[in-house]
C-alpha cells in the first residue's frame, strides 16, 4: 500500500522523466538485456543487439505503460488489467523476471535524473514498481 507521501514522490518523479521517456524505455530495456541475459530467452523474435530498434521500440512501450500507471496510482489494477492477462497467459513470462525490469528503470532513473532521485524517491518508486510487478504477476495464481 503506497502512503500519500510516496504517492506525490512517483508523480514528481515520473514528472521528471517523462519528456525523455521513451529513451529511458529504450536503456532499461536494453539495461535488463544485458545485465539478466536470461530475460532474453523472450524476446527471441527481435533484434537484441545493442542499440536496435526493436529494443528502442519495445522499450518505449514498457515505460508508457509503467507512466500510464504512474499518472493514476489508485487505479493501477484495472489500468494494466489486460497487460496482466497478457503477460500471464499468452507471454507466461516468468514472475521472477519482473524484478530484473524494476532495477533496470531504477539504475536508468538514477542515472538521468541525479540529485532529483533522492533516497525518497528511489524508495517510494521501488515500490511503486513492486506493485506494478505484482499486479501483472498476479494472473499466475
Ligand atoms: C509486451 C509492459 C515486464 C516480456 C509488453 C507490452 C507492454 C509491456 C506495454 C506490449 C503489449 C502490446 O503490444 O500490446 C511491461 C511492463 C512490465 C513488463 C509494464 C513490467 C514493469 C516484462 C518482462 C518481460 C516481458 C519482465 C520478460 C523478461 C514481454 C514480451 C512482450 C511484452 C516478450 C511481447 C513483445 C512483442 O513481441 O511485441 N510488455 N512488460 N515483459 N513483454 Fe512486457
Redesign the pocket.
Known amino acids: 500500500m503506497l502512503s500519500a507521501a510516496e504517492k506525490a514522490l512517483i508523480s514528481s518523479i515520473w514528472q521528471k522523466a517523462a519528456p525523455n521517456s521513451e529513451q529511458l524505455g529504450f536503456e532499461a530495456l536494453q539495461r535488463m538485456l544485458i545485465v539478466f541475459p536470461q530475460?532474453k530467452t523472450?524476446?527471441k523474435?527481435m533484434d537484441l543487439s545493442k542499440g536496435s530498434a526493436d529494443i528502442r521500440k519495445?522499450g518505449a512501450?514498457?515505460i508508457?505503460?509503467?507512466g500510464e500507471a504512474a499518472l493514476d496510482i489508485d487505479n493501477m489494477a484495472s489500468t494494466l488489467s489486460n497487460?496482466s492477462s497478457?503477460?500471464a497467459y499468452n507471454?507466461r513470462?516468468d514472475p521472477v523476471?519482473?524484478s530484473?525490469?524494476?532495477h533496470s528503470v531504477l539504475v536508468v532513473l538514477a542515472s538521468h535524473l541525479s540529485e532529483d532521485f533522492t533516497p525518497e524517491a528511489h524508495a517510494a518508486f521501488d515500490k511503486f514498481?513492486a506493485a506494478?510487478?505484482a499486479i501483472?504477476s498476479e494472473k499466475y495464481r
Open positions: 530475460t523472450y524476446f523474435h519495445h512501450k514498457v508508457q505503460a509503467i497487460l497478457l503477460h507471454l513470462v523476471n519482473f530484473f525490469l524494476s514498481l506494478v510487478a501483472l
